[in-house]
């Protein structure tokens, strides 16, 4: 089982999931939606970010930009997805 003791204060998730909007926003012009979720190590941050292939891995400079294992105190989990899943499944009209 991996440790996953995050040390770091949590911030609110109102604040986390702004600020993160922000940052997808300046560093990558992929469609994405984030949400809050849960499994067995938690409550997470979860990014979905939608891709012309998801079985490729991600373009070097979007993993660099958005592959991170904490965020604000915040488990941070990326889910690539195929294009209009987002609009289908998240019902996110917008074009972020």
Partial sequence: MAN????????????????LK????RVSNLKYNIKFESDDG???MALYVEVEDPLLPLRQADREALVVHTWMGWRLIVLKAPRGYIKAFHNREEGF
């Fill in 4 to 19: 996953l003791d995050i040390e770091e204060l949590k911030a609110s998730e109102e604040e986390a999931e702004h600020k």
């Fill in 22 to 25: 922000l940052h997808v926003r």
């Fill in 42 to 44: 938690g409550k997470h």
